[in-house]
């Protein structure tokens, strides 16, 4: 699986780079991380490797092994579940407490992310929606989550966040290329700002549980079809 040579975007690090193609299947579970082929990818010397090996070590997507260096971290039906069990309820919970405190400023931000959001149906090319889709959909959460007013809720968030990137980026391939399911998500996300804007906390809360739980069969189904239990 070919990609952009990393070493043209001096605006990542070798740790975004390496991070992000483990996240999208350049490297495959299980697969062993060879320091040669990684220093010709990412054009880095062993030291900052090293370093963001050990961040995504801690990170659960990298696993070191004892004298014999670094493979990247097996996925499976069981993590992936409780992953997704966790973040849709810490994002429900999130979700209420956001409404009971955002200001208006947050709410014309939830707005401003919604329709940014619903545009994405006008990028045409598969890279570019894969893309677009991804950083806007991440906005339009972290938009609404910022209400909450609480630090470490949110960085529970981010760590649950990552920990499902591999698994949400298989649910992402699928469904960002199907016009239907864009249209069935951009009504999800309409009908949640509905209950954001009405304040209604048990009915917005409900709804992201569900609208967060809504990839999990497709994730399961693509990982029983690649041979993942």
């Known amino acids: 699986m070919e990609a952009l040579a990393p070493r043209q975007n001096s605006a990542f690090s070798g740790y975004e780079w390496l991070k992000q193609d483990i996240i999208r299947g350049v490297f495959k579970p299980g697969e062993k991380l060879l320091?040669?082929?990684l220093?010709?990818?990412?054009?880095?010397?062993?030291?900052?490797?090293?370093?963001?090996?050990?961040q995504l070590v801690a990170e659960k997507l990298v696993v070191a092994i004892s004298q014999k260096g670094y493979r990247v971290a097996p996925m499976s039906l069981d993590e992936m579940q409780d992953i997704y069990d966790a973040r849709a309820n810490l994002e429900a919970m999130i979700v209420g407490l956001a409404i009971e405190r955002?200001?208006?400023?947050?709410?014309?931000?939830v707005l401003a992310q919604s329709h940014t959001l619903a545009k994405v149906m006008e990028v045409k090319t598969r890279e570019q929606r894969l893309d677009v889709w991804d950083q806007r959909h991440k906005a339009f959460h972290t938009a609404i989550a910022s209400g909450c007013g609480s630090k470490h809720?949110?960085?529970a968030r981010t760590y649950l966040f990552d920990q499902a990137e591999r698994y949400r980026h298989l649910w992402l391939t699928q469904t960002v290329f199907s016009e239907q399911a864009l249209e069935l998500k951009r009504q999800e996300h309409a009908a949640l700002v509905d209950a954001i804007l009405a304040r209604d906390a048990k009915r917005a809360s409900e709804m992201m549980r569900t609208?967060?739980?809504t990839p999990v069969p497709i994730i399961a189904q693509i990982m029983q079809a690649n041979g993942t239990r």
């Open 35 to 37: 320091m040669s082929a």
């Open 39 to 54: 220093k010709e990818r990412y054009d880095l010397g062993v030291g900052p490797l090293r370093e963001a090996l050990s």
């Open 102 to 109: 955002g200001d208006d400023a947050w709410e014309a931000s």
């Open 153 to 155: 809720l949110l960085q």
């Open 211 to 213: 609208h967060l739980m």
